[in-house]
């Protein structure tokens, strides 16, 4: 089985920064995307920043100049460094990864789609 856990969420006040984590441990054959959403009470689950395995990043346009997403492809860690946070980043923040993962006794290829529980992020006015 495949798990992703955050880490770095709390609490900080306008201006401040946080650095979140997420770790993917497991029979992990690759990661290929991986990435960050957020979702905010009473919004819809939103991207903030995604990374493929080749390095290709994109940004959600509310946090760009601000976040910065970077893989550590030796680790299978995926890192958000926030910046200048605004209270309105306030949400919970989950990590997402497309793994491949190697089963069966054929010893095939399979990607799935992965979540991980979230962590919580506030930013106090």
């Known amino acids: 089985q495949v798990q992703l856990v955050e880490s770095g969420g709390g609490l900080v006040q306008v201006g401040g920064s946080l650095r979140l984590s997420c770790a993917a441990s497991?029979?992990?054959?690759?990661?290929?995307?991986i990435g960050w959403f957020r979702q905010a009470p009473g919004k819809q689950r939103e991207l903030v920043a995604s990374?493929?395995?080749?390095?290709?990043?994109n940004y959600a346009d509310p946090v760009k100049g601000r976040f910065t997403i970077s893989r550590d492809h030796s680790k299978n860690t995926v890192y958000l460094q926030m910046n200048s946070l605004r209270p309105e980043d306030t949400a919970i923040y989950y990590c997402?990864?497309?793994?491949?993962?190697?089963?069966?006794?054929?010893?095939?290829?399979?990607?799935?789609?992965?979540w991980g529980q979230g962590t919580q992020v506030t930013v106090s006015s």
């Open positions: 997402n990864a497309d793994i491949a993962v190697r089963s069966g006794p054929s010893g095939s290829v399979w990607e799935y789609d992965y």
């Open positions: 497991g029979n992990i054959f690759s990661i290929n995307n």
């Open positions: 990374v493929t395995i080749g390095g290709t990043i």
